[in-house]
C-alpha cells in the first residue's frame, strides 16, 4: 500500500508542477529592422524614370520594323536590306543561299542594346515573307565593333507567315524568335 500511495503523491507533484510548460509564452519578441543605408548614385546616364520594360520596348521595335518596312515597300530581299539600312542598321551581308537568307549587322551603340534593332528586323522579315512567293528562314548574326559574332538568332518563316495570317499575336511571335537569341563572348 505504501507503494501506491507513493507512487500517486509523485504522479499529482509532477502534473501539478508540469501544468504551466505545456503553453507558449510571448516574451515581447520584437524585430528591429536593419538601417537602409544611402546609395551612391552609379556613374553614366541615368534612365528616364519610369523605366521602360524590355519586353514593351522590343515589341514597340517590332512595330516599327513592321510600318517602315511596309512603308519602304519592302518587296524582295534586296530591299529588306534598304528598309534595314533606312533603319540605321549597318549591314555588313545580306545574301540568300537555297532556303536560308543569311543576314549580318553591326550592333550599334551599346547603350542602346541589341533588341530595338532585333525587333526592328524580325519585324521588317514579317513584311517579306508576306511580300514574297518563296521566303527563306532567316539567320542572323550580330557583329560588335569588331566585325566578330557575338550573337545569332533565327526567324523561322512559319512564324513570321502565322504572324501574318493572325495566328501569333505580335508578342507571341516576337517571344518566339527572341527565345532563340544566343550570345557569346571571347
Not at 148 to 175: D, H, I, R
Request: glycine residues 8%; negative net charge.
Amino acid at each position: 500500500m505504501n507503494r501506491r500511495r507513493y507512487l500517486e503523491c509523485v504522479l499529482v507533484t509532477t502534473s501539478a508542477a508540469l501544468a504551466g510548460c505545456a503553453e507558449e509564452e510571448d516574451v515581447g519578441y520584437e524585430e528591429t529592422p536593419t538601417p537602409v543605408e544611402e546609395q551612391t548614385p552609379i556613374e553614366g546616364p541615368m534612365p528616364d524614370l519610369p523605366v521602360a520594360e524590355y519586353s514593351d520596348e522590343y515589341e514597340a521595335s517590332l512595330e516599327d520594323g513592321l510600318a517602315l518596312a511596309g512603308e519602304n515597300v519592302v518587296t524582295d530581299e534586296e530591299t529588306f536590306g534598304e528598309a534595314l539600312e533606312a533603319h540605321g542598321i549597318e549591314i555588313d551581308r545580306l545574301e540568300r543561299v537555297d532556303r536560308f537568307l543569311f543576314l549580318e549587322y553591326y550592333s550599334g551603340d551599346p547603350v542602346r542594346g541589341v533588341l530595338l534593332d532585333m525587333g526592328y528586323v524580325v519585324g521588317a522579315y514579317a513584311v517579306l515573307v508576306d511580300a514574297v512567293d518563296d521566303p527563306a528562314r532567316l539567320q542572323v548574326s550580330v557583329l560588335d565593333d569588331a566585325g566578330e559574332p557575338f550573337g545569332t538568332y533565327t526567324v523561322y518563316v512559319a512564324w513570321a507567315q502565322q504572324f501574318g495570317e493572325e495566328e501569333l499575336s505580335l508578342e507571341n511571335y516576337g517571344e518566339l524568335v527572341f527565345e532563340t537569341f544566343k550570345t557569346e563572348r571571347s
